[in-house]
């Protein structure tokens, strides 16, 4: 703005007072526009009472009541502890909109008595209806709603599924078979050199796989691996002698071996990351690299990054250019091709679940908060 003269303050003292009216709308404007756009969104036809079933998950019902599935926490209420420990919904619940409150709420009311759930045993209030409260119950886990299809990730969560180098040059190695053959099945006699952590009786086998690198650092995140079987050790000698157990695929001269870590939770309540993340999908496990809605991908960030299970991502496709009659390449609009659901991190990468998609997604694909 420019000098003001002595004969002039009037004038100056209307520009200043226009500047600052036009920036205080300015900032107004922005806050309602960022206020609006942070608003809770219901479905238009999200029903005032549902009644929970056995077959669905927590994805399929957040996404029935709320625009925005991963806002779930918002709408119960949930604190960071209860995100963490979503072990509350089951069959026959009975899940009610309040659509008083702003904004909305949903809470458990009670139990719709025709859904038998096993193992239940809640108080029945004066007008016959089996209360119930948002809590951890000591009821059986088993039956509790799952947050996405099992089925769709079983083969995914009691695996090593990615190790690092070190973990790759620590690990035992098979080094042969009974009867010098080159490989083992279920019932054989395998033979192993290496430490073996003491105390651990039962291993999985695994076989090393590609590097996982990302394509924005070139750095190596860690290495796929295949799981393989299990062996039990039966003679602590050097070399080690154990017997094949269960396997998927025959175990082969070379393939490592590692104690069965703890089992990843089954359930994660649907929400957005706390941190802003920016990835990659790197691997489409089992395909020629594209993938649609219920397969599993891996993407680039893990837990180092602030990613947790129940973490959802939008997922968008890579760079894309349309080179037109020679012309320079023109770079297209970005479109979302659907959502992410991380079931399951790792130090530097993370497995996850299409939950929603609208088009293919491919390796190299970016991630970002949703």
């Given at each position: 703005m420019r000098q003001c003269h002595p004969f002039h303050n009037l004038e100056c003292t209307r520009m200043r007072s226009l500047l600052i009216i036009a920036l205080l709308c300015s900032l107004g404007l922005s806050g309602m526009a960022a206020a609006r756009s942070d608003t809770l969104q219901v479905q238009e036809n999200a029903p005032d009472r549902y009644v929970v079933v056995k077959g669905d998950t927590l994805w399929d019902i957040s996404r029935r009541f709320l625009k925005q599935p991963w806002r779930w926490p918002e709408i119960w209420r949930l604190n960071k502890e209860q995100v963490k420990d979503p072990h509350w919904i089951y069959p026959g619940d009975?899940?009610?909109?309040?659509?008083t409150q702003n904004p909305p709420k949903l809470s458990v009311e009670g139990r719709d008595s025709t859904?038998?759930?096993?193992?239940?045993a809640d108080t029945v209030d004066a007008a016959g209806r089996t209360r119930l409260s948002p809590e951890v119950r000591s009821t059986s886990i088993a039956n509790v709603i799952p947050s996405i299809p099992l089925q769709d990730i079983r083969a995914f969560t009691g695996q090593p599924l990615v190790v690092t180098d070190?973990?790759?040059l620590d690990a035992p190695a098979v080094i042969g078979f009974e009867g010098n053959r080159r490989y083992g099945s279920m019932g054989d006699e395998v033979f192993v050199r290496g430490e073996l952590q003491k105390?651990?009786?039962v291993f999985q086998i695994f076989r090393p796989g590609n590097a996982l690198v990302d394509p924005d650092t070139k750095a190596i995140l860690g290495y796929s691996a295949d799981y393989v079987g299990d062996a039990r050790l039966?003679?602590?000698t050097e070399p080690a002698r154990l017997v094949l157990l269960k396997g998927s695929i025959e175990v082969a001269l070379g393939d490592r071996l590692l104690p069965p870590g703890p089992p990843p939770p089954a359930n994660y309540v649907p929400n957005a990351p706390s941190v802003e993340i920016h990835g990659h999908v790197i691997n489409v496990?089992?395909?020629?690299g594209m993938a649609g809605r219920n397969s599993v991908v891996v993407i680039s960030r893990g837990a180092?990054?602030?990613?947790v299970p129940g973490n959802v991502l939008a997922v968008y496709p890579a760079e894309e250019v349309m080179p037109e009659h020679g012309a320079a390449p023109v770079k297209l609009p970005e479109t979302r091709s659907g959502l992410l659901f991380v079931f399951r991190t790792f130090d530097r990468v993370s497995y996850a679940l299409i939950v929603q998609s609208q088009r293919p997604v491919n390796a190299l694909d970016y991630v970002h908060n949703p």
């Amino acid at each position: 703005m420019r000098q003001c003269h002595p004969f002039h303050n009037l004038e100056c003292t209307r520009m200043r007072s226009l500047l600052i009216i036009a920036l205080l709308c300015s900032l107004g404007l922005s806050g309602m526009a960022a206020a609006r756009s942070d608003t809770l969104q219901v479905q238009e036809n999200a029903p005032d009472r549902y009644v929970v079933v056995k077959g669905d998950t927590l994805w399929d019902i957040s996404r029935r009541f709320l625009k925005q599935p991963w806002r779930w926490p918002e709408i119960w209420r949930l604190n960071k502890e209860q995100v963490k420990d979503p072990h509350w919904i089951y069959p026959g619940d009975v899940i009610v909109l309040d659509r008083t409150q702003n904004p909305p709420k949903l809470s458990v009311e009670g139990r719709d008595s025709t859904v038998p759930r096993e193992g239940d045993a809640d108080t029945v209030d004066a007008a016959g209806r089996t209360r119930l409260s948002p809590e951890v119950r000591s009821t059986s886990i088993a039956n509790v709603i799952p947050s996405i299809p099992l089925q769709d990730i079983r083969a995914f969560t009691g695996q090593p599924l990615v190790v690092t180098d070190r973990q790759l040059l620590d690990a035992p190695a098979v080094i042969g078979f009974e009867g010098n053959r080159r490989y083992g099945s279920m019932g054989d006699e395998v033979f192993v050199r290496g430490e073996l952590q003491k105390g651990v009786r039962v291993f999985q086998i695994f076989r090393p796989g590609n590097a996982l690198v990302d394509p924005d650092t070139k750095a190596i995140l860690g290495y796929s691996a295949d799981y393989v079987g299990d062996a039990r050790l039966s003679e602590e000698t050097e070399p080690a002698r154990l017997v094949l157990l269960k396997g998927s695929i025959e175990v082969a001269l070379g393939d490592r071996l590692l104690p069965p870590g703890p089992p990843p939770p089954a359930n994660y309540v649907p929400n957005a990351p706390s941190v802003e993340i920016h990835g990659h999908v790197i691997n489409v496990p089992g395909s020629n690299g594209m993938a649609g809605r219920n397969s599993v991908v891996v993407i680039s960030r893990g837990a180092q990054d602030g990613l947790v299970p129940g973490n959802v991502l939008a997922v968008y496709p890579a760079e894309e250019v349309m080179p037109e009659h020679g012309a320079a390449p023109v770079k297209l609009p970005e479109t979302r091709s659907g959502l992410l659901f991380v079931f399951r991190t790792f130090d530097r990468v993370s497995y996850a679940l299409i939950v929603q998609s609208q088009r293919p997604v491919n390796a190299l694909d970016y991630v970002h908060n949703p």
